[in-house]
């Protein structure tokens, strides 16, 4: 489970860095009056990405959310630390 968490980070942190590179780069590409079409070309692409970073980050609030809703609560003699009854299934 720990796994599923840490790529679904991954996949609204990579999204986000490249928002920000691209923005980086296209409004420094701007400041040079030379090629004006290449810095909007990377601000488009930021927006872009930063507007999948969002989706991503919505979708990962609400797979949390569901899977929160969805855990069962531990039993009690598990939560206090005691042995838990384990039934073997019988051959068949």
């Known amino acids: 489970m720990r ?4 790529r ?6 990579v999204p986000a860095v ?13 400041a ?11 601000i488009t692409a930021g927006l872009v990405a930063g507007a999948v970073a969002a989706g991503t980050a919505v979708g990962d609030v609400a797979w949390f959310l569901m ?8 039993d009690d003699a598990a939560a206090a630390g005691g042995e838990t009854e384990v ?6």
Do not use: H, I, K, N
């Not at 899977?67 to 531990?74: F, H, K, N, Q, T």
């Open 3 to 6: 796994f599923v968490c840490v």
């Open 8 to 13: 679904a980070m991954l996949v609204t942190g």
């Open 18 to 30: 490249a928002a920000a590179v691209f923005l980086f780069l296209g409004f420094g590409a701007g």
């Open 32 to 42: 040079f009056a030379g090629r004006p079409y290449v810095g909007q070309g990377l």
């Open 67 to 74: 899977a929160a809703r969805g855990r069962s609560e531990p």
């Open 87 to 92: 039934r073997a299934q019988p051959d068949t």
